[in-house]
């Protein structure tokens, strides 16, 4: 049975019972408490009430350990979902949340908190994260919550739409300040990310037994979708593999870590003044790069591994100057 009663900061309560058991949640309109009520009661004809003394006794921490140990450590990324959920769980607001008190309100205050100090996509990833852990508890770890708040938590607006070009003095500003640079597979790394297409991720998983440099091709075995990929080489492409294979005999083409690679990535661009510039911006050039050249969509989509028409789309932004000379 329900009750509403208005409190003196003017919100209204609803307070449900059912079999000894009481459940409490506060609302700002009392339209929304007694359609809360009406649910709770409906529930519980189901025999979907939820035990709210278990609930009482799990917080937000424990679902979210538990889910950083069995479920990130089976994801291709799960290594920077991990960092993520450290970096929520070191908050005490988060980590000691009792989920019977957990609320709508409550997440889209944290939200809120986010976007002061991350990007908008961070905040969703967040968001995301906490969303499918519990999802998880409830399907799969008997944890007994009725709902998901988190799905009804808006997400912030993401545009992170990048229309930056490598133009030709940066690049050869970019060459010559990696040339100078004191590991000397930063040049070529750089190249084959403008000659290719290919993440910096799946350079670096790049192994020398991928390149057939008979067929002008190399191999990805996995890539950012999960699907292994055939990369056509230019002659540039050829070229500086060759250099590479000279320079190591290591299984893999690049032997360096992600975060050595980051690092130096920023180091070069500050002496080539372009502070700007992020790796990524490589890969945007491109593939814009492949349809100036007169390659077509599914022709480019082969290179850069695109599945989806549109994803490819944003990662392309054409020169209206080499246009206007076509026309």
């Known amino acids: 049975m329900a009750s509403i009663i208005k409190r003196p900061n003017g919100r ?35 025999g979907e009430v939820v035990d709210v003394r278990a609930l009482r006794a799990v917080v937000l921490g424990d679902v979210l350990r538990r889910y950083k140990d069995e479920v990130c450590t089976q994801k291709k990324a799960g290594h920077n979902e991990r960092y993520a959920l450290k970096a929520m769980l070191r908050d005490k607001r988060i980590a000691e949340a009792r989920l019977d008190r957990l609320s709508e309100r409550t997440v889209a205050e944290w939200r809120d908190g986010w976007l002061s100090r991350l990007a908008p996509a961070s905040v969703s990833r967040y968001l995301g994260l906490i969303q499918h852990a519990l999802d998880v508890a409830r399907r799969e770890w008997d944890v007994p919550l009725s709902e998901n708040v988190v799905q009804k938590v808006r997400r912030p607006r993401i545009d992170n739409r990048r229309e930056r070009r490598v133009q030709a003095d940066e690049r050869a500003a970019v060459f010559d300040a990696a040339e100078r640079y004191r590991n000397p597979l930063m040049r070529p790394l750089i190249v084959l990310a403008i000659e290719t297409s290919m993440r910096r991720g799946e350079l670096l998983a790049l192994r020398q037994q991928d390149v057939d440099l008979n067929l002008r091709v190399c191999r990805l075995r996995t890539s950012k979708n999960g699907h292994p990929r055939t990369v056509p080489l230019s002659p540039a492409a050829i070229a500086v593999i060759e250099q590479v294979q000279m320079m190591h005999d290591d299984e ?51 290179c850069s591994g695109h599945r989806d028409a549109r994803m490819l789309m944003r990662y392309t932004h054409l020169s209206a100057v080499q246009l206007a000379e076509k026309l």
């Open 252 to 302: 893999r083409l690049f032997p360096m870590k992600a975060n050595a690679v980051q690092l130096a990535w920023r180091r070069i661009r500050e002496r080539a003044g372009v502070s700007d510039m992020r790796f990524h911006d490589l890969r945007h050039e491109a593939i814009s790069s492949l349809f100036e050249r007169g390659l077509s969509m599914p022709e480019v989509a082969l």
């Open 12 to 46: 209204w309560q609803a307070q449900v019972r059912t079999n000894g058991h009481s459940s409490t949640k506060t609302f700002a309109k009392r339209a929304d408490a007694n359609k809360w009520a009406r649910e709770m009661d409906l529930q519980a004809e189901r």
